[in-house]
């Protein structure tokens, strides 16, 4: 059994645990900066340390993590933060990911989620449940499909982009570095890095 420290005690992090527990892992401790939370029980698992803490653990011994941070930007800080941390990638096993398709580390594929071939996925993506990515796209470091979004063939996220949920973008389109997709929006343009888009078709807050 795989042994693996969950990194955030938020509510991204329930969803990862229940599927850690889904896939037979071993969950052996929730890691959290907030000193309220320290000693606690988070889904049943005790809050073990904060990240500083890891940190200096992951120097001594070989761990295993994943990183429950939903906040792109966050999620980036805290991996770069933790050199020596072996992060782990999961699929759920109600996810289908087409054999073609590639996946970089800590990259999680939640319940429900279709990743077709040929897809090229970074490190530390989030591809949440239900959401749907076509043939060709490349999604990278750091990406977050948020529920129920869907990808048309060879779109390209780049770095940080967050897709909110239940949007969709059509075939060949890229969203630039860091840029927001607000809920429930429809992309038929390329979007410039840094923007926060909104509505059908989708155009700048
Ligand atoms: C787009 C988004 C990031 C903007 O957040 P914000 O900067 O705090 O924006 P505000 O709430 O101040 O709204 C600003 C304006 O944009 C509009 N707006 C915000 N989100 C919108 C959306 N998704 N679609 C259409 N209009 C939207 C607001 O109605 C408001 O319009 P107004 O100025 O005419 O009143 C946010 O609304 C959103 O859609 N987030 C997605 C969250 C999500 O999917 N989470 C999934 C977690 S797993």
């Given at each position: 059994m795989k042994e693996v420290y969950v990194i955030g005690a938020g509510g991204h992090a329930k969803v990862i645990i229940d599927t850690l527990k889904n896939l037979k892992w071993s969950v052996v401790g929730v890691v959290d900066d907030h000193p309220a939370k320290l000693g606690t029980t988070f889904e049943g698992i005790r809050v073990v340390g904060d990240i500083p803490w890891f940190h200096e653990l992951?120097?001594?011994q070989t761990l295993h993590a994943i990183l429950a941070i939903g906040d792109n930007w966050v999620r980036r800080?805290?991996?770069l933060g933790l050199p020596s941390v072996n992060f782990v990638?999961?699929?759920h096993p109600r996810a289908y990911v087409s054999s073609t398709a590639l996946l970089g580390v800590g990259t999680v594929v939640m319940?429900?989620?279709v990743v077709q071939p040929q897809v090229s996925i970074g490190h530390h993506?989030?591809?949440n449940t239900s959401a749907s990515i076509d043939h060709d796209c490349v999604?990278?470091?750091y990406v977050h499909v948020a529920p129920g979004s869907h990808l048309a063939g060879t779109v390209l996220l780049e770095q940080g982009v967050f897709v909110g949920i239940g949007s969709s973008v059509i075939p060949g389109k890229c969203i630039g570095a860091w840029a927001t997709v607000g809920a429930g929006a429809t992309v038929i343009d390329d979007i410039p890095p840094d923007?926060?888009?909104v509505g059908t078709p989708?155009?700048?807050l």
């Open positions: 992951a120097q001594h800080r805290v991996a990638s999961f699929v319940a429900g989620a993506v989030i591809v999604l990278q470091d923007v926060t888009v989708a155009r700048a």
